[in-house]
Each structure stands twice: as structure tokens, then as C-alpha cells.
């Protein structure tokens, strides 16, 4: 391998994980709402604006040729929504969710994590080409990340900033407000790994004229394929709400 080739295949690591990197930072609103520093309605409009940013700053570098943020948006993704819009709007679309009867906050903010860290975390396993559906190892991968995270979601993660807050004397109000309550049954557990899982393994094409580029290079299908950092979060959280309610 030449010099050149090896400084580019480093830069296209070094890229990939500042994108990793990136991706996970959405659970930045879910995280400042469990440990107090956000109540619900400053964590919805919060992210009511990010979607209203990044939305204006896709705008500016799909329409008007600028971009701030080069590194972190792929080739394929110059003249489409690139995976870091997709994520802020992933992240919004939990929060929104909890507007359905039936889906609560601690839905909402499970579905942000399994979008911020299941998704980067077993992305490191994935074959780096587009594939209709993944390989069984990266699946059940999938599957048990996004049902541990849950479950931490409910069952550690309440104890570890209740620990904390009174190892430093804090009581029940650590930072600003007191911690909400995060309830998650294992069953809603598996619901949200179910639907991370599929969300992230499947890969759904809708109409358009834009090739799609498969594993199998004969094979050319034209449309835009559906960005799980839209579905994980969609697909998660809306199982979970369908366990609890029956």
C-alpha cells in the first residue's frame, strides 16, 4: 500500500470516528434530563431548535453549496441529508413520540441512547457496504447492546446518579431539578431491541432516481435508502409504547 493510500484510509478512520463521535453526542438533551439539569418541555424545545438548525444548515449546503461541517458527511451524501442531520432528527423524533398517549419520557430517552450509543457501538462490527439486510452476528449484536442499554436505562442508571448525588451530599436534587423517574419493564426492553434491531439491520428504500448502491454490484436499484438514525429511535420507542399498553 502506498503512502498516499495509507494516509487516505487513515483520514477515512479518522473521519469515521469523528462522525461516531458526533452521532453519540445526541444523547447530550437525554443525559441533561435524567441528571436534573432539564425538565421535558426545556428538553423538547431544545431539540425543537436543533432540528430547526440543522435542518437550515442541510439547506445552506445542499442548496447553496457551503458546509461548516465537511468532515463528518460522507460521499454518497454530497447531494442528500447527510447521517449527522439524520441523527439530530432521530433524536427529535423521540422526544416528540412522548405527544402519543401511552409513551412516556423514559421511552423517549431509552430511544435517544439506543440511537447515540447502540447504533456507533455496534456500527465498529458492521461491513462497511450497504446491505438490504445485515449479517446474523451484527443483528443479534444489535439485539443484546440495545436491550442492555435499555435496561441500564431503567434499572442502573437511576441507582448510579442517585449514588452520586448523595455521595456528594446533593440529595435528590443533584443539579437543578429533582431526577425523574425512569420506569422501563424488561419486556419494553426487549420491545425497544426488537425495534432498534430491525431499524438498523433492514434497510428500506422508498421511490426516487437516485442509484442505490448494493452489495451486489450487477444489481442497481434506483431510490433513496431510509436512514436508520430515523428508524431506530421510531421503530424503539413506538414498540415500547405498544408493550405497555397491552
Known amino acids: 500500500m502506498s503512502l498516499v493510500e495509507t494516509l487516505g484510509e487513515r ?4 473521519e ?13 438533551v437525554g443525559v441533561a434530563y435524567v441528571i436534573g439539569l432539564l425538565q421535558w418541555h426545556e428538553v423538547q424545545i431544545l431539540t425543537g431548535v436543533g432540528f430547526v438548525v ?6 445552506d449546503r445542499l442548496v447553496l453549496g457551503n458546509s461548516l461541517l465537511d468532515p463528518l458527511y460522507r460521499d454518497y451524501e454530497e447531494e442528500s441529508p447527510a447521517g449527522y442531520a439524520y441523527a439530530i432528527t432521530g433524536m427529535f423524533i423521540a422526544v416528540i413520540l412522548t405527544l ?8 423517549a430517552v431509552a430511544g435517544v441512547f439506543l440511537l447515540a450509543f447502540a447504533d456507533p457501538i455496534v456500527g465498529l462490527l458492521s461491513p462497511n457496504k450497504l446491505l438490504r439486510v445485515k449479517p446474523v452476528p451484527v443483528l443479534v449484536a444489535m439485539f443484546v447492546t440495545s436491550f442492555v ?16 448525588a448523595d455521595s456528594l451530599g446533593l440529595g435528590e436534587e443533584p443539579i437543578v431539578h429533582p431526577l425523574p423517574p425512569i420506569d422501563l419493564t424488561y ?5 425497544g431491541a426488537v425495534g432498534a434491531t430491525f431499524a438498523d439491520g433492514v434497510k428500506f428504500r ?3 432516481d437516485k442509484p442505490v448502491e448494493l452489495v451486489d454490484p450487477d444489481m442497481e436499484i434506483k431510490g433513496y435508502v431510509v436512514d436508520d438514525n430515523l428508524t ?6 413506538l414498540l415500547m409504547g405498544l408493550v405497555a399498553a397491552v
Open 54 to 59: 440543522i435542518a437550515l444548515m442541510e439547506i
Open 16 to 28: 469515521s470516528i469523528a462522525r461516531r463521535i458526533v452521532h453519540s453526542l445526541s444523547c447530550v
Open 100 to 107: 402519543i398517549p401511552g409513551i412516556n419520557e423514559s421511552m
Open 206 to 208: 422508498v421511490a426516487g
Open 187 to 191: 419486556a419494553q426492553a426487549v420491545a
Open 232 to 237: 431506530i429511535p421510531l421503530f424503539s420507542v
Open 149 to 164: 442499554i435499555v435496561v441500564a436505562t431503567d434499572a442502573l442508571l437511576p441507582d448510579v446518579l442517585r449514588s452520586l
Open 11 to 14: 483520514m477515512s478512520e479518522d
